[in-house]
C-alpha cells in the first residue's frame, strides 16, 4: 500500500506562507493523482487542491485558487502546498490524498 508523510505545518501570520510537503512511498505512487484536503475545528473536510499523475493538471477549491499552488516531483516521490497570502480562516488540519490512502495531517495555523 502507499504510506505518506507530511510536514511543513506551522503557526504563521495572516499574509504569510507556508510550504506543506506529503512524501509518498509505494511502487506505483507516481502512477497516483494526488489530493491536498484540510479540516477546520468544528467543520468537516474539504477539498483544497489536486494534481494530476498523467499531464500535471491543476485543480483548487475557489476558496485558495490564486493563492495556493500544488505540485509534485515525481523523482522525489513528493508533493508539494505552497500556500501564499494565507488567512486565519485556512487555518486547519491539512491532509495530503492518495486513492484511498491518507497522511497524517499537518497542524496549520494563521493568526490575525
Known amino acids: 500500500q502507499v504510506q ?6 506551522g503557526l504563521v501570520q495572516a499574509g504569510g506562507s507556508l510550504r ?8 506505483t505512487f507516481r502512477s497516483y493523482n494526488m ?7 468544528g467543520k ?3 477539498f ?3 494534481i494530476s499523475w498523467s ?10 485558487e490564486g493563492r495556493f499552488t500544488i505540485s509534485r516531483d ?8 505552497q500556500m501564499n497570502s494565507l488567512k486565519p480562516e485556512d487555518t486547519a488540519v491539512y491532509y495530503c490524498n ?15
Open 4 to 9: 505518506l508523510v507530511e510536514s511543513g505545518g
Open 20 to 27: 506543506l510537503s506529503c512524501a509518498g512511498s509505494g511502487r
Open 35 to 41: 489530493r491536498w484536503f484540510r479540516q477546520a475545528p
Open 44 to 46: 468537516e473536510r474539504e
Open 48 to 50: 483544497v487542491a489536486a
Open 55 to 64: 499531464d500535471g493538471s491543476t485543480y483548487y477549491a475557489e476558496s485558495v
Open 74 to 81: 515525481n523523482a522525489k516521490n513528493t508533493v508539494y502546498l
Open 98 to 112: 492518495c486513492a484511498q490512502t491518507w497522511g497524517q495531517g499537518t497542524q496549520v495555523t494563521v493568526s490575525s
